[in-house]
């Protein structure tokens, strides 16, 4: 639990300086759209993937600018020019300590987390092994990393600015939670990348858009919250009688595009929020 408070100040600094710059275009830009992963029960092919690279003797990692080398080359059909996504399956070594509660089997259920980590580009080909260039990267670059075919991913437009209505009333459409974070944190704000239990199976496609709320009193986090202070306090006053969260308004928290989706989770990015999102928190599609 330490190791993801130890990312937030970092990663919710970032992204409200990226905040204004992201919205002002009308689409999410080529870094959100190819550096925010997936979350997919469809499996990744394993057959291609980064073997290591310039300096391999002593160098681990590698990022934009360096090159590599791929386990494919002319045998394989890889020409020089080639582009290949780098990925790599991930998992949350903090699950045994839950925020949320089942917060694995709703992991499970969503699927294996990809991370994208950047694109090469080949520059040099031999007979089963090719030379590559990162030309872009989201993180660092391992041995081992996955490859596949470079397949452009168009950016949704933006809905119209509107001023964000915290009063919204419900959709009426599909509900699930945020279950987990990039890099798995346990708290977002405007620009930083979510995922949710709902996918293409549910009707979600890229471009869609959900609204993130909260119940009152309702207890989703495991962590910090305590019961019964939706409508008592000790000390601070008590309401005549026990309110629980379906009777009382919900708390609206931001909303966010999908750039991504698999069968049963979509990748989202939060566009506007009023204050700290948990995983926990409650999304519809608007």
Request: glycine share 8%; charged share 20%; hydrophobic share 40%.
């Amino acid at each position: 639990m330490l190791r993801k408070f130890s990312h937030l100040i970092v990663i919710l600094g970032l992204t409200t300086v990226l905040a204004h710059a992201q919205r002002a275009a009308n689409s999410p830009t080529e870094f959100d759209m190819y550096c925010s992963g997936v979350v997919t029960t469809k499996a990744m092919p394993h057959d291609t993937y980064v073997i290591s690279g310039v300096e391999s003797d002593h160098r681990i990692i590698y990022h934009t600018g360096n090159l590599v080398f791929i386990n494919k080359g002319a045998k394989q059909g890889v020409r020089v020019g080639d582009q290949f996504l780098v990925s790599r399956p991930e998992s949350d070594h903090d699950i045994q300590t839950p925020w949320i509660a089942d917060q694995a089997s709703l992991t499970t259920a969503m699927g294996t987390t990809y991370a994208d980590l950047g694109r090469l580009r080949v520059a040099s080909v031999q007979e089963n092994t090719s030379t590559a260039e990162i030309v872009q990267s989201c993180d660092y670059i391992q041995r081992g990393d996955l490859l596949q075919p470079f397949t452009p991913r168009t950016a949704p437009q933006y809905k119209p600015e509107a001023k964000f209505d915290v009063f919204a009333p419900p959709s009426g459409k599909p509900k699930a939670m945020i279950v987990s974070t990039l890099r798995f944190g346990v708290a977002a704000a405007t620009g930083s990348i979510v995922y949710v239990n709902l996918g293409d199976k549910q009707g979600v496609q890229v471009g869609s858009y959900f609204r993130v709320f909260r119940y009152q009193d309702g207890h989703p986090f495991k962590v910090f919250e305590l019961p019964k202070t939706a409508y008592m306090a000790y000390g601070f006053g008590a309401a005549p009688r026990a309110y629980n969260g379906a009777e009382l308004p919900r708390d609206i928290l931001g909303e966010g595009i999908v750039l991504r989706v698999g069968p049963n989770a979509a990748t989202v990015m939060l566009t506007d929020s009023v204050r700290e999102i948990y995983i926990g928190d409650v999304v519809e599609l608007e």
